[in-house]
């Protein structure tokens, strides 16, 4: 039987016995899928960074259509979302996140191509050099509102009303923002500034949005955060890692930076190895 | 299994979990305990036993060893001022094996995967700091794997131990990306070691 053929991004792979990986891939035909690479890992591992998460592949699947495992043929690697030293730890924290969160948000055996440009549109911008915590907001809003868990920013959850310029209420009981009649809401609000940004989200590609402000961008991170948990009942693992590395990372520019000289008197190459 | 008496069903089982271990093999090495002269077994019983009882880690490296401070860290002809960071113990095998690196190392067990929800915490990032903060290093090479993982870890330490008034370098990613370098050959790590480049 030919192998069923498709474009696929790798959201994740997991070692399978000595010398190979179960790799989850999001294709553009079949959703999200399974597929048992043989021969990944070891001394000869013949993807090599294909299997990396967001490598953007060709993949050819054998096994029956709608197969819960599939055997992973060809994996040709279109593009890396990751090139070995071409980017820093907030990309490489990122991408795991969009990684995760894809992942989450894709049902097995169901294309959506809606989502598989979203992501591809995303791999697009980190390349781009678009901020990855702009670029989080952005993939978060696109697959809660895809899943039908964004909120109306027009019209009243709980009224026929339109919503009045300015902030944004939310009201938990509602599960969307309300009007003024239909208050006092539960909370959060966002603010109108944080409001026109995600409109702006909803109106451009990823790479045109642009960086949210400091403060805009917090409430909506835990504002997402708040309806990605509710509807997966759970919390994404590399929310609380993503967490700590921030903070690891904060803990260390509170001490003072190295001034020219000293940095100057620190030897500078040696290739010889002591 | 349901032919078998439990004692031997359960170690066909346990025999199982071992990796490059499939159901025939497991059956065999089974099979030649039981014919095996009583002392035989016994003492691979007692071999496995004291594995995880008489193997600690290292306080200094965190590599696996049977003392207090492993044998490279008590070596006083090695280096102190060259630390050669790795992600598991067998990585600093793979390392030694090159023979060109006379200097320390340290061991994370393991590399930053949010994926798999391990974050700083679990790893030993803060023994170290604490060797650096303690002076005489001088070099810090971050021989972590060239896989998401093992580049977001090198990073992120890049990060904490710039401050530190340290020199950090990066293996050379002539190891292809994606790769273990459980798998690595002498010749390839000699040449990443070689080729390290300033983070
Ligand atoms: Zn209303
Ligand atoms: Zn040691």
New binding site residues.
């Given amino acids: 039987m030919p192998p069923i053929s498709s474009d696929a991004l790798v959201l994740r792979s997991y070692k399978l016995g000595e010398t190979s990986k179960v790799v989850v891939l999001l294709t553009r035909e079949r959703g999200k899928v399974r597929a048992v690479a043989k021969g990944a890992r070891g001394r000869r591992n013949r993807y090599h960074s294909a299997l990396e998460p967001l490598s953007e592949v060709r993949v050819g699947l054998y096994g029956r259509q709608g197969a819960e495992l599939y055997r992973l043929g060809e994996c040709e690697l279109l593009r890396s979302a990751f090139p070995a030293g071409a980017r820093g730890l907030d990309e490489a924290m990122a991408l795991s996140y969009f990684a995760e969160l894809l992942d989450a948000f894709s049902l097995e055996g169901e294309a959506e191509d809606a989502v598989y440009r979203l992501a591809l549109a995303i791999v697009a911008a980190v390349e781009e050099g678009s901020p990855v915590t702009a670029l989080a907001r952005y993939l978060e809003a696109w697959l809660l509102r895809l899943n039908g868990l964004y909120p109306s920013l027009d019209r009243c959850a709980s009224c026929p009303r339109g919503l009045p310029a300015g902030s944004l209420e939310y009201h938990a009981g509602a599960h969307g923002f309300v009007c003024s009649e239909c208050g006092p809401a539960s909370g959060p609000a966002l603010t109108a500034g944080t409001g026109s940004y995600l409109r702006r989200i909803f109106g451009h590609a990823p790479s045109a949005v642009g960086a949210a402000g400091e403060d805009e961008s917090a409430s909506l991170e835990s504002f997402h955060r708040d309806l990605i948990r509710r509807h997966l009942e759970r919390d994404l693992r590399s929310h609380r890692v993503l967490r700590d590395v921030a903070r690891g990372v904060r803990g260390v520019q509170g001490t003072p930076q190295l001034d020219e000289r000293e940095r100057d008197s620190l030897p500078r190459e040696r290739k010889t190895l002591p | 299994m349901a032919d078998y008496p439990a004692p031997l069903a359960r170690l066909v089982d346990e025999l199982r979990r071992l990796p490059g271990v499939g159901p025939k093999s497991a059956q065999r090495i089974a099979f030649h305990l039981l014919k095996a002269p009583k002392e035989e077994a016994e003492r691979l019983a007692e071999a496995v036993g004291q594995l995880q009882q008489a193997l600690r880690l290292?306080s200094?490296?965190n590599?696996v060893?049977d003392r207090e401070?492993?044998a490279?860290?008590s070596d006083a002809s090695r280096v102190d001022r060259v630390i050669c960071v790795v992600e598991e113990p067998h990585n600093l095998l793979a390392v030694e094996r090159t023979r060109d690196f006379k200097g320390r190392y340290h061991v994370l067990h393991g590399a930053l995967s949010p994926l798999q929800g391990i974050g700083p915490d679990e790893l030993k990032v803060q023994g170290l700091l604490d060797r650096v903060r303690g002076g005489g290093v001088e070099e810090v090479i971050l021989a972590t794997s060239p896989t998401v993982e093992g580049e977001a870890t090198a990073a992120y330490l890049a990060r904490l131990l710039k401050p530190l008034a340290v020199r950090v370098t990066r293996i050379a990613m002539g190891v292809p990306v994606g790769s273990d370098l459980e798998w690595a050959d002498e010749v390839t790590m000699a040449k990443a070691l070689e080729g390290r480049r300033e983070y």
């Fill in positions: 290292c200094v490296c590599a060893t401070v492993c490279t860290c």
